[in-house]
């Protein structure tokens, strides 16, 4: 039973949360419009032209380097009808052009023509800029906020100093990958957070890691999990939770980053950046294995989080107890949802 120093029980977030569509949009406000999103790796975008696009929670942005080499962000949104501008990804540009009525933008945000628009009245460009967002750098990651309730680092909490010795700028993107999957983020993020799930989900990554070993910690900002490896896994045995929605797994010479996004009230994709420090040829068979490997062991997840996620939306679940030995950083998770929505 899980029970705090008072002697009192957890239990798992209420079903209903997590298949509401009022719910949903509250956390669209209250958590990730007003949270830093991890968008990928500042090397992405090093160069003039450079852009890269995401969603958040449904809504386009992009980070841009401009001729002045100052990075910028925008909402993914012309001003003049509401169309998506670039396709998410990675990619270069000139100007920033709508595919829909060929507005044109500088890398400013600066509109710089709306053809065939006419002149009775006349558009004036100075008051059709791209509306934009914030941008923050940290150990080569590059995040984006639409409106911050405080700066990227409040939001990190403690996780500077864990990754202080952690070479993480050295670590070069070599692939990326992007699965998407029915259910609420929230399932997926509760699974994330606990390990407890390992002997029954995952037998493969069971064998490899020391279970009796594993634990579980929460801090300020982020959830800790860690067990010792055993000889073969590409995992160095240590997992980290950021809040609300990204994650950062080491390997030898090499981490994964992710970010679980919120597609809908009932879907989910989670994007992936793998980084290493040995991006030679001589290292692909290294490199390939932890990247396979890692999605080998999500798409585990996956199928035990739709199959959750349908449980609730048909209503047969009731909340159980959390674990105090292995469920600190669900317990942890969803206390800061429930906060975020003022529940």
């Known amino acids: 039973m899980s029970l705090d120093a008072a002697g009192v029980q957890y239990f798992n977030l209420d079903p209903s949360l997590y298949v509401r569509q009022d719910v949903w949009e509250e956390e669209r ?17 090093a160069a003039a032209g450079q852009y890269l696009a995401i969603d958040i929670a449904g809504l386009g942005v992009f980070a841009i380097r401009g001729k002045d080499g100052v990075l910028r962000g925008f909402k993914n949104v012309c001003r003049h009808r509401g169309a998506r ?24 945000g600066r509109l710089v023509q709306a053809p065939w628009y006419g002149r009775d009245p006349a558009i004036i460009p100075e008051d059709w800029p791209l509306e ?10 590059l995040f984006v906020a639409v409106d911050p309730a405080t700066s990227l680092i409040e939001q990190l909490g403690a996780l500077p100093a864990e990754l202080a010795d952690e070479p ?12 998407d999957f029915d259910a609420n983020w929230k399932v997926y993020t509760d699974n994330f957070v606990e390990g407890y799930h390992i002997p029954g989900t995952h037998p ?8 009796e070993a594993f634990e579980t910690t929460a801090h300020d900002g982020f959830v800790k999990m860690t067990a010792p490896p055993r000889d073969g896994l590409f995992y160095r045995g240590k997992w980290l939770w950021m809040w609300p929605n990204w994650t950062l797994s080491l390997f030898a010479g090499g981490m994964n ?21 040995d991006t030679s040829q001589a290292g692909a068979p290294v490199r390939r294995l932890s990247v396979e490997g890692t999605l080998a062991v999500v798409k585990e997840d996956y199928e035990v989080c739709v199959a959750t996620h349908r449980n609730y939306l048909a209503g047969g679940y009731t909340p159980g107890p959390l674990s105090g030995r292995h469920e600190k950083g669900v317990q942890y998770f969803q206390q800061r949802v429930a906060r975020s929505l003022a529940m």
């Open 257 to 277: 980053v992710s970010r679980i996004d919120p597609v809908s009230v009932n879907q989910t994709a989670q994007h992936y950046h793998f980084c290493f420090a």
């Open 132 to 141: 934009p967002v914030h941008l923050a750098e940290w150990r080569g990651l």
């Open 29 to 45: 406000r209250r958590i990730f419009f007003r949270s830093w999103q991890f968008m990928g790796p500042v090397s992405s975008v």
């Open 168 to 179: 993480l700028e050295t670590y070069v993107s070599t692939d990326q990958a992007t699965v």
């Open 204 to 211: 493969t990554f069971y064998a490899a890691i020391e279970f």
């Open 85 to 108: 501008l670039l396709a998410a990804g990675e990619g270069s540009c000139g100007l920033v052009v709508c595919p829909y009525h060929r507005w044109s933008y500088a890398d400013t």
